[in-house]
Structures are given as structure tokens and as C-alpha cells.
């Protein structure tokens, strides 16, 4: 399964967007997905998950303000960014995950990404 973001743009602090996460196969129901972000000069960095039964997680970082979503009738996961911060300005990668106890890696191959710019 590949997956590819898109939905990135320019908002206002304080201003919402939504990312969706296009997947290709028919495998993508059956696998966890993460969303990943990285900032200029940062390391790359895991915001949110889902398993393929639904189960979420995120990071301290976007808790409260970020909703992660599936939908596997149309092989998309969605982010929904509400209350936007500029240090929220990154590229956001989506990708498969592998999730343990206490511990993720990304198992699929990375996309391009999607430019996310939270700026007044």
C-alpha cells in the first residue's frame, strides 16, 4: 500500500485544515496509518495514528487540536487541524505504521508531502 498526501496550505493562527491521505491497493483497510510532520531544520516527527480497527493516538504536541479519521471504502485517512499554531508549520507525511508497546516505525516508503504554513 503507497500513500500520498495532499491538502496543505496557507492558513491564518488559529485557522483549520483538513489533510486527507489518498491510499493505493486494496490492502489499506487492514493497515495502522500515521501521520508524520517535519519542520524545517527538525527531524521528522509522528503527530498521529490509527489502527485498522479505529484505535487512535497523538502526540502531547497536537492532543486536543489535531482528529485523525479513516475511511476505508474510499482508502483515505484524514487529518483535521483545528486551532493552528505557527510552530504547527511543517511538511505532513502520511504513511503506514507498525505500532507496539510504547513504540512505531513507518513501514511504507515516503511520499512527497504536503506544505502546511500557519502564518498571519
Known amino acids: 500500500v503507497q500513500l500520498q498526501a495532499s491538502g496543505g496550505g496557507l492558513v491564518q493562527p488559529g485557522g483549520s485544515l483538513r489533510l486527507s491521505c489518498a491510499g493505493s491497493?486494496?490492502?489499506?483497510?487492514?493497515?495502522?496509518v500515521g501521520w508524520y510532520r517535519q519542520a524545517p531544520g527538525k527531524q521528522r516527527e509522528l503527530v498521529a495514528s490509527?489502527?485498522?480497527?479505529?484505535?487512535?493516538g497523538y502526540s502531547d504536541s497536537v492532543k486536543g487540536r489535531f482528529s485523525i479519521s479513516r475511511n476505508n471504502a474510499k482508502n483515505t485517512a484524514y487529518l483535521r487541524m483545528n486551532s493552528l499554531k505557527p510552530e504547527d508549520t511543517a511538511v505532513y507525511y502520511c504513511?503506514?505504521?507498525?505500532?507496539?508497546?510504547?513504540?512505531?516505525?513507518?513501514?511504507?516508503?515516503w511520499g512527497q508531502g504536503t506544505l502546511v504554513t500557519v502564518s498571519s
Open positions: 491497493g486494496s490492502a489499506f483497510s487492514f493497515r495502522d
Open positions: 504513511n503506514t505504521i507498525q505500532i507496539g508497546d510504547g513504540w512505531s516505525r513507518p513501514t511504507g516508503s
Open positions: 490509527i489502527t485498522s480497527g479505529g484505535t487512535t
